[in-house]
Antibody, heavy 122, light 110 residues
C-alpha cells in the first residue's frame, strides 16, 4: 500500500523559504501513471492546490503562487519536494502531499499524506 | 472567496438523506469533471467521488454524486454519525489554469 509522509521545519521566518519533502513508500515515484501534488489548508479554512508534477516532467502551479513555488522530484530517494519562497503569515497552513493516478482520472488525488503544520512567524 | 461555491454548513439526523451543492461556472464544472473529498475532523482529506459520480473502492454506496451544467451535488443517504465531516468539491478551471476547490461544507449529524 503506497504511503506518503511529509517532513520539514514546522516554523519558518517571514521572507524566508519554506521547504518540505514528501517521501513515497510502497511504490515508485517514477511510475508513468502517477502524478504528485502539494495542497495546503490554512487553519480553519479550506483546501488550496499548490501544484502538481507529472512523470513526463511537466509541472503545473497555482497561478496565485507560481512566482514563488517550485516542485521537484528526487527519484533516487523516492521523494518530491516543495519550495515556497518569500513566505508571509498568510502561508501558515497544514501542507499535504498527495498522489494522483492518470489511469483513474486527472486532477484527482486518491492518496494523501497526513499533513504537516507550517507556521510562518518571527 | 472560492471559485466553486458550497454552502458552509449542512445538517441532518441519522438515517436521513442530505445533499450538498457545488456551484461553479462554464470554465470549471461546465467543462471538466468534479471530484469530492471528505475530511474527517483532524485528518487528511480522502477521495470520496471522482469523475462526477464514480466511487473509489471502499466508499459505501450511500454516497452518490451528480453533475448538471455548471453545478454538482453530493448526496449522502442513510446518514450515520461517522459521516460528520467537511466535504469539498474540486474541478479544474480552464480560465484560471488551476485546480480549484469549493470552500467546503461542514456536515453535522444531529
Amino acid at each position: 500500500q503506497l504511503q506518503l509522509q511529509e517532513s520539514g521545519p514546522g516554523l519558518v521566518k517571514p521572507s524566508e523559504t519554506l521547504s518540505l519533502t514528501c517521501t513515497v513508500s510502497g511504490g515508485s515515484i517514477s511510475s508513468v501513471t502517477y502524478y504528485w501534488a502539494w495542497i495546503r489548508q490554512p487553519p480553519g479554512k479550506g483546501l488550496e492546490w499548490i501544484g502538481s508534477f507529472y512523470s513526463s516532467g511537466r509541472t503545473y502551479y497555482n497561478p496565485s503562487l507560481k512566482s514563488r513555488v517550485t516542485i521537484s522530484v528526487d527519484t533516487s530517494k523516492n521523494q518530491f519536494a516543495l519550495k515556497l519562497r518569500s513566505v508571509t503569515a498568510a502561508d501558515t497552513a497544514v501542507y499535504f502531499c498527495a498522489r494522483g493516478d492518470i489511469a483513474v482520472a486527472s486532477d484527482t488525488f486518491d492518496i494523501w499524506g497526513l499533513g504537516t503544520m507550517v507556521t510562518v512567524s518571527s | 472567496q472560492s471559485v466553486l461555491t458550497q454552502p458552509p454548513s449542512a445538517s441532518a439526523t441519522p438515517g436521513q438523506r442530505v445533499t450538498i451543492s457545488c456551484s461553479g461556472g462554464s470554465s470549471n464544472i461546465g467543462r471538466n469533471t468534479v471530484n469530492w473529498y471528505q475530511q474527517l475532523p483532524r485528518t487528511a482529506p480522502t477521495l470520496l467521488i471522482y469523475t462526477n459520480n464514480q466511487r473509489p473502492s471502499g466508499v459505501p454506496d450511500r454516497f452518490s454524486a451528480s453533475k448538471s451544467g455548471t453545478s454538482a451535488s453530493l448526496g449522502i443517504s442513510g446518514l450515520q454519525s461517522e459521516d460528520e465531516a467537511d466535504y469539498y468539491c474540486a474541478a479544474w478551471d480552464d480560465s484560471l489554469n488551476s485546480l480549484v476547490f469549493g470552500g467546503g461544507t461542514k456536515l453535522t449529524v444531529l
